[in-house]
């Protein structure tokens, strides 16, 4: 597959505009954060796979290209081990309502959510005015 012409990140969106000439593609950070395929993420089996939890409000800190075939994204939470080639992104854009289907489906059977995990006792609320 032919890279794509144009890759933007729209940080306030926190979203990845990928350009082919035929088709563009708008993948959200999340999106992309969750269904990471690096080893991290998705193990070395269908049975190995991580379930991401609390990435609703990932966003992207950089991207790198790796030869001509694909890019590295480095999310905000840390995770930056993931490559992703052109066919795995153009996959993500054409699937992506199957794959963001798949990923609430498997949040609700998990009871897990997409919102980010605040320990207890880790905010408290602004005590009154002295």
Do not use: C
Not at 41 to 56: I, M, N
Not at 112 to 126: D, E, K, T
């Amino acid at each position: 597959m032919l890279a794509p012409q144009k890759i933007t990140y729209h940080k306030i969106a926190h979203t990845l505009e990928v350009a082919w000439a035929d088709t563009t593609f708008t993948l959200p950070a999340e999106l992309l954060r969750v269904y990471s395929p690096s080893a991290e993420v998705r193990g070395h089996s269908a049975e190995q796979r991580k379930l991401q939890t609390g990435k609703k409000n990932v966003g992207v800190r950089s991207i790198e290209a790796i030869g001509n075939y694909a890019i590295r994204i480095s999310f905000d939470d840390g995770h930056d081990t993931g490559i992703y080639s052109w066919e795995f992104l153009h996959d993500l854009g054409s699937q992506q309502d199957r794959y963001w289907q798949e990923y609430l489906s498997e949040l609700k059977t998990a009871n897990a959510s997409r919102l980010p995990h605040i320990p207890v006792g880790q905010w408290q609320p602004p005590g009154p005015s002295r």
